[in-house]
């Protein structure tokens, strides 16, 4: 089995705890979180900034190594809200690449990919 790259900061994690304000798949501000990786490593996920959520407790054991999304609909949880917010919060802390054709960047949460520098 290959090495599985994990480089998430301690720093990065404040960030993602500040962003997300609260457990990202249930919303619960009021409880301690853990890191949660949305694709399971057992299923090829990494433990890096864009793979990481805030998760309580509870949510982290149940969600365990499922699938995110099945997971969330068997829970009944907002889907949606939480899809949404984790490519907000992505955005916020991963700026895109360049765009390869017109060599401009995108600003993050108020950028618009593609427009003039």
């Not at 009944?76 to 939480?82: A, I, P, V, Y």
């Not at 917010?85 to 993050?108: K, Y």
């Amino acid at each position: 089995m290959a090495l599985v790259e994990h480089d998430l900061t301690p720093e990065q994690w404040g960030m993602l705890q500040h962003l997300w304000g609260g457990c990202a798949y249930c919303g619960a501000g009021d409880r301690a979180l853990q890191r949660d990786c949305v694709q399971p490593i057992s299923r090829g996920g990494r433990y890096t900034l864009d793979n990481i959520v805030p998760a309580c407790g509870a949510c982290n054991a149940s969600k365990s190594n499922d699938e995110v999304t099945s997971w969330m609909r068997r829970k009944k949880l907002d889907e949606r809200r939480f899809l949404v917010r984790f490519v907000e919060v992505r955005d916020a802390l991963m700026p895109d690449d360049t765009d390869i054709e017109t060599g401009h960047m995108n600003a993050g949460l108020g950028g618009t990919h593609g427009s003039a520098p």
